[in-house]
């Protein structure tokens, strides 16, 4: 280590004096010197200190803090190493290059990473997390904002929207001729009453006096996200379709696309609006239709299977047949638990008859019946009163006709043979498994969009935008840390612990070097698998961020 002065010239033939901190190293048999710190602008104390420190032999911060007798003191500085993961993972990924360089760009991808950092954080929990970590150096921040600022930026971000999806879509590897989309909605229950697209629906999340929103997730056949849209709590997921079915053949501009959807999503109307846009279709059929083709003879019970069967339907339609044993176990497992259940009450019901000879059977068995049909039950269990006492009995041509179809499903597809089999259209069906994976890591797991601290349309656009670059960036931090049996959360928190370390002086409060720590065993595997090195320093940062409501402005003191 040792302290070198550059002179260089400027216009009119002026001289400038740099000085510089450097460290020498080898390469091979050549040996170059990297700049840890400039020294310029240090007033003179300072720069005499650390002149007098690095005289004595030193080849780091620490030892130079230790040989400049107490002039200069090592202090640990921001957490940078999760920031700095996520960053270089956003930016393989093309998030970073897709939003642009702009001011309003830097404020939107600040949230992506901030949503991977700390799941469900507000607006104003993103502005104090930048002021923990080296936010504003290692993004190279040149103004500061406060939440004020984020907020308004939802507008600037939702209407890019369509261009920073489809900038990634083309960012990605070239894809086959023919391509398979898999689309999925869900529901995220509101807390509050003040949004613009929040209304009474149909909740997944069975949150009863719940407004809701319903958002659409439009991913490739891998799971991996393309697009996601919001819209009112009380749209119906047909009537989301044909967004999707536009967005891909315009904003994308795809050919030879397969759409698969679940047997809710994909109907009549939706089958139509596929074929306009010369695309194909995955769907299932719904117990009623099954029903209505095994009477008009299209198929038959005998071909539902454990393996996969083929009937070709008159107009061309193509229908997968299966029987899964294990959801056909749970079925009957469920009825014999349910049976059990109330033999139980019957039980308990016949002993209070017997003990009240008051009591009146009807109005025991009127609160029984209520609870099989609450089951749904009472096709094959009949209750009947004889001489005061309640009895069960069970249905056995009833039972087998509800039981007919345990673990049944149809596959349905346009798809002519040439392109797939009848194995590969049901597994591509199975598929959608992927993206009730990415609701679930978006609404419950480490994302958690909800709650929703956004009111209006662009907001609630935005905010579910980001959430999805997020998810995107979340996806391939499971895919490299999956073999180290570390889940995301626990690498980034153990990342987090990777700080920058300052050498300062003491008096004057002014850094003389940043540099990076050795990482931990632990923390290089994680880099490792990412295949990631870290930076020998980090910058100091040039704004400094804070937010304009101050948190003990708005909370209640323990003690008065």
């Known amino acids: 280590m040792f302290i070198a002065e550059v002179i260089s010239k400027g216009k009119q033939g002026k001289s400038y004096t740099s000085i510089l901190l450097r460290e020498s190293y080898r390469v091979g048999s050549a040996v170059k010197s990297k700049t840890l710190a400039v020294l310029t602008h240090l007033p003179v104390p300072v720069l005499e200190a650390v002149r007098r420190a ?5 080849d780091s911060l620490a030892k130079l803090a230790d040989v400049s007798d107490r002039s200069l003191r090592l202090r640990q500085g921001e957490s940078f190493g999760a920031l700095w993961t996520v960053d270089q993972i956003a930016r393989q990924l093309g998030i970073r290059k897709a939003l642009g360089v702009t001011q309003e760009a830097e404020l939107s991808y600040w949230q992506v990473l901030a949503r991977v950092l700390r799941p469900g954080a507000s607006l104003l929990a993103m502005v104090r997390l930048a002021t923990t970590c080296a936010a504003a150096a290692l993004l190279g921040w040149r103004l500061a904002f406060s939440e004020d600022d984020l907020y308004a930026n939802g507008s600037w971000l939702e209407g890019r929207h369509a261009v920073i999806e489809r900038r990634l879509w083309q960012a990605r590897p070239a894809p086959p001729k023919d391509q398979l989309f898999l689309y999925d909605v869900t529901s995220s229950y509101w807390e509050g009453n003040y949004n613009a697209l929040a209304a009474w629906g149909y909740n997944r999340d069975h949150k009863e006096n719940k407004k809701q929103v319903v958002v659409g997730l439009l991913t490739d056949s891998q799971g991996e996200p393309v697009s996601i849209q919001v819209y009112r709590g009380n749209t119906s997921d047909l009537k989301t379709f044909g967004q999707q ?3 891909i053949k315009k904003e994308l501009g795809c050919e030879g696309v397969t759409l698969v959807g679940d047997r809710g999503m994909i109907r009549t109307d939706q089958k139509a609006a596929a074929l306009k846009a010369q695309f194909h279709f995955i769907t299932a059929l719904t117990k009623p239709q099954i029903q209505k083709l095994l009477a008009q003879k299209v198929l038959q019970l005998e071909f539902f299977e454990e393996q996969v069967h ?12 299966r029987r899964n044993p294990v959801r056909q176990e749970e079925l009957q497992r469920a009825r014999e638990q349910k049976q059990q259940a109330l033999e139980a009450a019957l039980q308990k019901a016949n002993t209070y008859l017997e003990e009240h000879p008051r009591a009146k059977a009807a109005t025991q068995r009127r609160h029984l019946a209520a609870r099989l049909e609450n089951l749904k039950v009472q096709d094959w269990l009949q209750l009947t009163v004889r001489q005061r ?7 056995a041509q009833a039972l087998q006709a509800a039981a007919q179809l345990d673990g049944c499903y149809v596959v349905e597809t346009d798809l002519p043979p040439a392109q797939a089999d009848a194995q590969t259209i049901h597994d591509r069906y199975k598929d959608l498994a992927f993206v009730e994976r990415d609701f679930r890591t978006l609404k419950t797991g480490h994302l958690e969009f909800r709650p929703w601290f956004v009111c209006t349309e662009d907001n609630t656009q935005a905010h579910a935008l980001t959430s999805m670059l997020a998810l995107k960036v979340r996806r391939h931090l499971e895919r490299a840390w999956w073999p180290l049996e570390v889940t995301v959360e626990e ?3 153990e990342l987090e612990k990777l700080c920058v370390m300052e050498l300062v002086h003491p008096q004057s409060g002014k850094v003389v070097a940043r540099q ?10 994680l880099l490792e698998a990412l295949k990631l090195d870290l930076p020998l320093t980090v910058p100091e940062a040039e704004v400094t961020v804070g937010t304009r409501k101050k948190i003990n402005q708005v909370r209640k003191a323990l003690v008065k």
Not at 310 to 321: F, P
């Open 54 to 58: 690095v005289a004595q032999p030193a």
């Open 245 to 247: 079915v536009h967005k």
């Open 310 to 321: 083929e009937v070709l339907g008159e107009d061309g339609r193509r229908y997968v047949l």
């Open 389 to 395: 006492r309640l009895v069960l009995s069970r249905d």
């Open 491 to 493: 690498g980034l928190r």
């Open 516 to 525: 990076v720590p050795e990482p931990a065993p632990l923390q290089k595997q």
